[in-house]
């Protein structure tokens, strides 16, 4: 991609341009028939111990992974009638010990596209899997004997 002109116009180069052209039309954010969750479902990936975790992270809460500060600002995912798509805005920090927090990520991440935009991290890798409510997760009740 090439960024050109004063008003910092956008033009693609090649095939992968077009292509990512395409999936921006397809998994775009903004639109207003998405559904809003309150809980963002990610995957975690430690590459140095080769440890995996699934992390629940509330909207708006701050969760931990290693040295990360995750914080999702919105969890969106399409209706059940629509090409499935979950996407969340993240903020993610670095926090090490006796040192200011340091800005790693903000933005969009798309559970499809984990590579379209991605933290990139020398030790850790996080990804959206889905979103979901988390009043949607009651209990059974007891069974009666």
Not at 18 to 36: F, G, H, W, Y
Not at 42 to 68: C, N, W, Y
Request: glycine share 8%; aromatic share 6%; proline share 6%.
């Amino acid at each position: 991609m090439v960024f050109t002109g004063v008003r910092g116009g956008l033009r693609a180069n090649g095939l992968l341009g077009v292509a990512l052209l395409s999936v921006l039309a397809i998994i775009s954010p903004a639109r207003a028939a998405d559904l809003i969750y309150d809980t963002a479902i990610l995957q975690g990936l430690d590459k140095v111990t080769g440890r995996v975790m699934t992390i629940e992270a509330p909207v708006g809460t701050s969760v931990h992974f290693g040295t990360l500060e995750i914080i999702v600002r919105t969890c969106r995912k399409r209706p059940p009638e629509e090409q499935p798509e979950s996407a969340a805005f993240l903020d993610i920090w670095e926090i090490k010990s006796g040192e200011a927090a340091t800005s790693l990520f903000r933005g969009w991440m798309f559970a499809s596209s984990p590579a379209l935009s991605a933290l990139e991290h020398p030790v850790y890798d996080i990804w959206v899997l889905d979103c979901e409510d988390s009043s949607a997760k009651t209990s059974a009740p007891p069974k009666s004997q």
